[in-house]
C-alpha cells in the first residue's frame, strides 16, 4: 500500500489528477507506434501514405490513445513528409529509417524501409525496357565504363551525377541501359546516350541522384548497349561500384573562373541550384582580374586582389558585398595573397614577399612577420581553424604568385596579442622538390599542399600531398587521387566539415583541387582545369598509407570554363 501511495503522489507531481491514466516512470511508458514495422516500394515516384497512431500504456497496462496529440517525425526527413498522424512516402529516401513520435513527455520509434525502383526512358525509345529485358549476353557487345573510376566515394548530396562510356569495339551500339541499385534501389535509365552530340554518356539529375545515393549502402553501377536494328543480344560492361558517405556534405564553395573572369559560388547544401556569379556587376568599373580570393571560415567575409597580381587589396562583407576598406581612394593597400584568422577579425596579407597583420579596416597590426630561412620571402599564408599556428611558404624568386624553391614554414599564433611564434620550416625545398598553397585541415592536425618540380603557377607536374602539422610524420602523396601524368593538380582546399564512412563511421575529411585531367568523354585531359575532389582517411595517413581515394569531379561546374582556387566555407551567407 506504501508503495501505490508513493505512485499516485507521483502523479499528482507530474501534473496528473486522472489516476487511472497515471504513467510510471517504467519502460512501458514509451510511446508505441503502429505499424512498429512498414515496408514499402516507391515505383517510379508513386507516394504511399501511411496513416499511424500513438498510445502509450499507464500504470494498470491500459492504453491511452495519443494519437492526435503526438508529434510524428521521420529520423531522416528526405524519405516523406507527415501530416498529422499520416505519412507520405515519396520514395526521396531510400533503405530503413525510423519513423519517432512524441507525446506526454515520452517518446517512441518504430521501423520503415523503403525500396525505390525507377525507370527513365527516352522519349524516342518507349520499347527501350522490353528490348533489354529479351536480349540475351553477348560479351562482345559491351561497352567500357570510363566515369566515374571504380570505387568512388561520394556523398548523398553530390548532385547530378555523370556516367560516362565507349561503345564496343565494332561500335555497333546505340540503345544503352545504365543502372544503379543495391538491395533497396534500382533505378535505370534508358538513353542513345548522346545528349549533346558527344558519344556515350548520361547524367543522374539531383532529384534522381540523392534517391539512390540516400540508403549510404554500395552501389553497383551497370551499362549495357545494343543494336536497336538487332535486338537479340546485348553486352553488359564490366560492373563498377560506387560508395556512399553517411552524412550529407556541407559548406559553401566559392572559385575562381577564369574563362569569364568571375567568382562563383555554390551551396551544396542545395543542390538544385546553380552556382552563380558572386558579384552581380564588378566591385568597379575598374576592376579586371579578382581571382586571388580568399573566404572568411565562417563565410561572413571575402578579401581579394582586384586587378591581377599586385592588385588593390579589398575586403568586402560577404551578405551585402560592400567593401569594408576603400579600394578606389588614391592611396590603395595592394597584396598578392591574403588569409584570415579563424575568428574573421584579421587579415594577414602578403605584399612584395612579407607578411603583415592587418585589421579588417585595413590598420596595420603587425609585421612584417621573420622568415625562418635567411635570405626568403614569404607568401601563401593559412591561419588553421583553431586559430593557434599558421602556415606559408617560404620562396626564392621576385613574385610572390610565381614562386621558386617553396619550402613550408609554420609558427604558433597568439591572436589575444596578434603575436607569432618563431618560425620552423615544416616542409624543406630541394632541387626537383618544392611546396605550395598549403592549407590546414578542418581539425588543424594536418597540412595539405601542392609539390611541384620547379615553379609554382600552373605547373603541369603538380601533385598534391599531406602532411602532419606538427611534422611528426613525413609528407605523403595523393597518389591515387593524382593519377599519373602531367595533370596540374593543385591548389588542394578542405571542406570545412568532416564526415564518416562505412558501418564502422571511419572519420575522413573531403578536399578539392584543380586538375586538368581528363573527364570521361567529356573533357579530353589538358583541356582545361576542373575543381575536383578525394576522400582523406587521417588514420591511414598516420599510418604511413596513401589516404586518398579516386577523385571525382565536383558536377556543379560548367564543362566550357576553367576552374580553380576553390575556397570553401562553413556556409553559403546571404542578406
Given at each position: 500500500m506504501k508503495l501505490r501511495a508513493l505512485l499516485l503522489v507521483g502523479a499528482v507531481a507530474c501534473g496528473s489528477d486522472d489516476r487511472s491514466h497515471h504513467l510510471a516512470d517504467a519502460p512501458s511508458a514509451r510511446v508505441i507506434i503502429e505499424p512498429a514495422d512498414l515496408t514499402v516500394t516507391i515505383v517510379n515516384g508513386a507516394v504511399i501514405t501511411q496513416a499511424y497512431t500513438a498510445r502509450i500504456k499507464d500504470d494498470r497496462n491500459v492504453d491511452i490513445d495519443v494519437t492526435s496529440e503526438a508529434a510524428f517525425t521521420l529520423a531522416d526527413p528526405g524519405y516523406g513528409r507527415f501530416a498529422g498522424a499520416t505519412l507520405s512516402i515519396t520514395g526521396q529516401g531510400a533503405g530503413p529509417t525510423r519513423v519517432e513520435a512524441s507525446a506526454r513527455g515520452r517518446t517512441g520509434d518504430a521501423s520503415l524501409v523503403v525500396y525505390v525502383k525507377k525507370t527513365v526512358v527516352d522519349p524516342a525509345t518507349p520499347t527501350a525496357p522490353s528490348l533489354f529485358a529479351a536480349a540475351t549476353e553477348d560479351p562482345a557487345r559491351a561497352p567500357v565504363i570510363v566515369y566515374p573510376p571504380d570505387r568512388i566515394l561520394v556523398p548523398p548530396n553530390l548532385g547530378q551525377f555523370d556516367v560516362h562510356w565507349n561503345n564496343n569495339a565494332a561500335n555497333t551500339d546505340n540503345l544503352f541501359e545504365v543502372t544503379m541499385a543495391n538491395q533497396y534501389v534500382d533505378v535505370r535509365l534508358y538513353t542513345p546516350g548522346v545528349p549533346d552530340g558527344t558519344?556515350?554518356?548520361?547524367?543522374?539529375?539531383?532529384?534522381?541522384?540523392?534517391?539512390?545515393?540516400?540508403?549510404?549502402?554500395?552501389?553497383?553501377?551497370?551499362?549495357?548497349?545494343?543494336?536497336?536494328?538487332?535486338?537479340?543480344?546485348?553486352?553488359?560492361?564490366?560492373?563498377?561500384?560506387?560508395?556512399?558517405?553517411?552524412?550529407?556534405?556541407?559548406?559553401?564553395?566559392?572559385?575562381?573562373?577564369?574563362?569569364?573572369?568571375?567568382?562563383?559560388?555554390?551551396?551544396?547544401?542545395?543542390?538544385?541550384?546553380?552556382?552563380?556569379?558572386?558579384?552581380?556587376?564588378?566591385?568597379?568599373?575598374?576592376?579586371?582580374?579578382?581571382?586571388?580570393?580568399?573566404?572568411?571560415?565562417?563565410?561572413?567575409?571575402?578579401?581579394?586582389?582586384?586587378?591581377?597580381?599586385?592588385?588593390?587589396?579589398?575586403?568586402?562583407?560577404?551578405?551585402?558585398?560592400?567593401?569594408?576598406?576603400?579600394?578606389?581612394?588614391?592611396?590603395?593597400?595592394?597584396?598578392?595573397?591574403?588569409?584570415?584568422?579563424?575568428?574573421?577579425?584579421?587579415?594577414?596579407?602578403?605584399?612584395?614577399?612579407?607578411?603583415?597583420?592587418?585589421?579588417?579596416?585595413?590598420?596595420?597590426?603587425?609585421?612584417?612577420?621573420?622568415?625562418?630561412?635567411?635570405?626568403?620571402?614569404?607568401?601563401?599564408?593559412?591561419?588553421?581553424?583553431?586559430?593557434?599556428?599558421?602556415?606559408?611558404?617560404?620562396?626564392?624568386?621576385?613574385?610572390?604568385?610565381?614562386?621558386?624553391?617553396?619550402?613550408?614554414?609554420?609558427?604558433?599564433?597568439?591572436?589575444?596579442?596578434?603575436?607569432?611564434?618563431?618560425?620552423?620550416?615544416?616542409?624543406?625545398?630541394?632541387?626537383?622538390?618544392?611546396?605550395?598553397?598549403?592549407?590546414?585541415?578542418?581539425?588543424?592536425?594536418?597540412?595539405?599542399?601542392?609539390?611541384?618540380?620547379?615553379?609554382?603557377?600552373?605547373?603541369?607536374?603538380?601533385?598534391?600531398?599531406?602532411?602532419?602539422?606538427?611534422?611528426?610524420?613525413?609528407?605523403?602523396?595523393?597518389?591515387?587521387?593524382?593519377?599519373?601524368?602531367?595533370?596540374?593538380?593543385?591548389?588542394?582546399?578542405w571542406v570545412p566539415f568532416g564526415q564518416t564512412f562505412g558501418p564502422g563511421s571511419e572519420p575522413m575529411f573531403y578536399l578539392t583541387f584543380s586538375s586538368k585531367r581528363a573527364f570521361g568523354v567529356r573533357l579530353a585531359a589538358g583541356d582545361r582545369p576542373q575543381i575536383w575532389m578525394t576522400p582523406i582517411f587521417p588514420a591511414r595517413a598516420a599510418a604511413g598509407q596513401d589516404p586518398s581515394g579516386n577523385a571525382f569531379r565536383v558536377p556543379f561546374q560548367d564543362i566550357g570554363t576553367s576552374n580553380h582556387i576553390a575556397q570553401w566555407t562553413q556556409a553559403v551567407v546571404t542578406q
Open positions: 558519344p556515350y554518356w548520361t547524367v543522374y539529375p539531383p532529384d534522381t541522384w540523392y534517391p539512390i545515393a540516400s540508403s549510404r549502402q554500395q552501389l553497383a553501377l551497370k551499362v549495357a548497349g545494343l543494336d536497336r536494328t538487332q535486338p537479340a543480344t546485348k553486352g553488359t560492361a564490366a560492373v563498377q561500384h560506387v560508395d556512399v558517405t553517411n552524412e550529407n556534405t556541407q559548406g559553401g564553395i566559392y572559385y575562381w573562373t577564369s574563362s569569364s573572369g568571375s567568382i562563383m559560388r555554390y551551396d551544396v547544401g542545395k543542390p538544385n541550384i546553380a552556382p552563380a556569379p558572386y558579384f552581380r556587376s564588378a566591385p568597379s568599373p575598374t576592376v579586371g582580374c579578382v581571382g586571388c580570393h580568399t573566404l572568411s571560415r565562417d563565410g561572413t567575409k571575402m578579401a581579394m586582389t582586384l586587378d591581377g597580381a599586385t592588385g588593390r587589396g579589398a575586403i568586402f562583407n560577404v551578405a551585402d558585398r560592400t567593401a569594408l576598406i576603400p579600394f578606389d581612394g588614391p592611396s590603395p593597400l595592394r597584396w598578392d595573397f591574403a588569409a584570415f584568422d579563424a575568428l574573421a577579425t584579421r587579415l594577414i596579407t602578403v605584399e612584395d614577399g612579407q607578411l603583415i597583420v592587418r585589421g579588417l579596416n585595413g590598420a596595420e597590426l603587425a609585421g612584417p612577420l621573420p622568415v625562418a630561412i635567411a635570405g626568403r620571402n614569404s607568401t601563401q599564408p593559412e591561419i588553421s581553424p583553431d586559430n593557434t599556428r599558421m602556415v606559408n611558404v617560404e620562396y626564392t624568386g621576385e613574385t610572390d604568385w610565381d614562386v621558386e624553391s617553396g619550402a613550408l614554414v609554420i609558427r604558433s599564433f597568439d591572436a589575444a596579442n596578434n603575436s607569432f611564434g618563431a618560425p620552423t620550416v615544416l616542409v624543406a625545398s630541394a632541387p626537383g622538390i618544392e611546396n605550395y598553397y598549403p592549407s590546414f585541415s578542418p581539425d588543424s592536425q594536418w597540412v595539405v599542399f601542392t609539390r611541384t618540380t620547379s615553379n609554382s603557377y600552373d605547373n603541369a607536374s603538380a601533385r598534391t600531398w599531406l602532411v602532419k602539422a606538427d611534422g611528426t610524420k613525413p609528407p605523403i602523396q595523393l597518389a591515387t587521387a593524382n593519377l599519373d601524368g602531367e595533370l596540374t593538380n593543385s591548389w588542394a582546399r
